[in-house]
T-cell receptor
Framework: SAVISQKPSRDICQRGTSLTIQCQVDSQVTMMFWYRQQPGQSLTLIATANQGSEATYESGFVIDKFPISRPNLTFSTLTVSNMSPEDSSIYLC???????????FGSGTRLTVV | DAKTTQPTSMDCAEGRAANLPCNHSTISGNEYVYWYRQIHSQGPQYIIHGLKNNETNEMASLIITEDRKSSTLILPHATLRDTAVYYCIVRVADTGNQFYFGTGTSLTVIP
């Protein structure tokens, strides 16, 4: 299965600023997804990162707040914009798509907004 | 995708089999049952999946009822490292589809 490098692993940010999270995969993958996991909660899908086109966002998530790039089949970024304490969460990248087997998840970025 | 129902938490003695149930009564014919687990502070890990036949791999066994409305994940000899949140997900059999996570079962393996 693919190996994912997600950076940074954690960060503490001031409210009103933005943070860009990177997801690098060691092989080309068809599908890349971004999830959020709020403290003590399950994972919530933010969006599907589409290579060469705009990301597809889930209900409740908008591009202005969570802009996503995917310039090629091995890399994607998620930006959390104009952060507030409510954005404090773990953000995870997930990849897959060549088979019907389960997708691989990165280890996540633990974000704290103060 | 169909909704799943899992118990919030379970305990299991170390060395015993852990049987984690999942109800998915509205599953449709082309939806697979997937199991993931998330150990504290890590990303979710794929365990196993199946359509209607029982499946086994090096990590676990998956038993799906004949009507496919429920399933059980079996960890045959639970260890302390199996303490995690286990998620049961049903998903249409298409490689482009997303995984939507429910609340999962928090399994604690007791020494």
């Amino acid at each position: 299965s693919a190996v994912i490098s997600q950076k940074p692993s954690r960060d503490i940010c001031q409210r009103g600023t933005s943070l860009t999270i990177q997801c690098q995969v060691d092989s080309q993958v068809t599908m890349m997804f971004w999830y959020r996991q709020q403290p003590g909660q399950s994972l919530t899908l933010i969006a599907t990162a589409n290579q060469g086109s705009e990301a597809t966002y889930e209900s409740g998530f908008v591009i202005d707040k969570f802009p996503i790039s995917r310039p090629n089949l091995t890399f994607s970024t998620l930006t959390v914009s104009n952060m507030s304490p409510e954005d404090s969460s773990i953000y995870l990248c997930s990849v897959g798509g060549q088979t019907n087997y389960g997708y691989t998840f990165g280890s996540g970025t633990r974000l704290t907004v103060v | 995708d169909a909704k799943t129902t899992q118990p919030t938490s379970m305990d299991c003695a170390e060395g015993r089999a852990a049987n984690l149930p999942c109800n998915h009564s509205t599953i449709s014919g082309n939806e697979y049952v997937y199991w993931y687990r998330q150990i504290h502070s890590q990303g979710p890990q794929y365990i196993i999946h199946g359509l209607k036949n029982n499946e086994t791999n090096e990590m676990a066994s998956l038993i799906i009822t004949e009507d496919r409305k429920s399933s059980t994940l079996i960890l045959p000899h639970a260890t302390l490292r199996d303490t995690a949140v286990y998620y049961c997900i049903v998903r249409v059999a298409d490689t482009g589809n997303q995984f939507y996570f429910g609340t999962g079962t928090s399994l604690t393996v007791i020494p």
